[in-house]
């Protein structure tokens, strides 16, 4: 089965703009409790409106980060106007996220998500070092870090509840 672990860094709460997408794409093997990575995803994009400085102060992105992050990339400016991320997601059955109801909130996947905060607790970085699981603190609010530790704690769980995990996939709980 697949499924596509999602991170977005955004310029705020719910309703603003993405400035930074990650997914990393992976198959589960249920009867194996397993995990491979298939893909990765992270592009950088500009808010719609104006800067947030709490945002950047958590997440670091300035304009001119961003700009640094894209490049001489060929993507749109705007998350809201680039089908890539969409794009990526579309052979994924379902999607994980630490606090899910956050960032599905700027996916419309029509997908099972599972959210690694309801079932781990807490804070990313309390969650994964709750369970032995290194995090760098200089590392988070980075997209790309962020959803690698999902997926770390996604593993944890799999290899303890996959039983649990797969019946929410497939909405058997």
Not at 47 to 64: D, F, I, M, Y
Request: hydrophobic share 40%; with cysteine; glycine share 8%.
């Amino acid at each position: 089965m697949i499924g596509v672990v999602i991170d977005f860094e955004t310029n705020g709460f719910f309703g603003t703009s993405v400035l930074s997408a990650a997914g990393i794409m992976i198959t589960v093997d249920w009867d194996r409790n397993s995990i491979d990575i298939a893909d990765t995803f992270v592009r950088h994009y500009y808010p719609v409106e104006k800067w947030n400085r709490h945002a950047q102060e958590v997440n670091g992105l300035s304009a001119g980060e961003i700009k640094n992050l894209r490049g001489g990339c060929d993507y749109p400016r705007y998350f809201k106007d680039d089908p890539g991320f969409i794009e990526f997601c579309c052979n994924a059955n379902f999607a994980v996220a630490h606090n899910a109801r956050f960032d599905s909130s700027f996916m419309p996947l029509q997908l099972p998500w599972i959210c690694t905060m309801n079932i781990c607790g807490g804070k990313l970085v309390d969650a994964a070092r709750n369970r032995g699981i290194e995090v760098k603190q200089s590392e988070l609010h980075q997209a790309l870090y962020d959803a690698n530790i999902c997926l770390r704690l996604f593993e944890h769980v799999l290899v303890s509840r996959g039983d649990y995990l797969k019946a929410l996939v497939s909405g058997k709980t």
